[in-house]
């Protein structure tokens, strides 16, 4: 295993991590996806109240409810963490 102790976990720790938020997904069939147009909606299989699931690469590692950030102008969205993942798979 390798020794992440001293400068190299300092460094480690401030590499940005992408995190996906995954609020549902969509099962057309072909011939709906070929159909497809602006304006057009996408039924999810998933409520607005559900619950979305936040991956890192394709590691599910939390749960959460979206909610809006307060006070922004702009509307823009947050996660609320409802549910941390065990990444450690039970170790």
């Known amino acids: 295993m390798a020794d992440f102790s001293g400068d190299t976990h300092s460094s480690l720790s401030r590499v940005p991590v992408e995190i996906t938020i995954s609020v549902g997904r969509a099962h057309p069939t072909v011939a709906e996806l070929l159909a497809l147009k602006r304006d057009a909606i996408l ?39 409802t549910e941390v993942v065990d990444t450690d798979g039970g170790a």
């Open 43 to 81: 039924p999810l299989d998933r409520g607005v109240s559900d619950p979305v699931e936040l991956y890192a690469g394709d590691r599910l590692i939390a749960r959460g409810e979206l909610e809006e950030v307060e006070g922004d102008p702009n509307g823009r969205l947050a996660v609320r963490l």
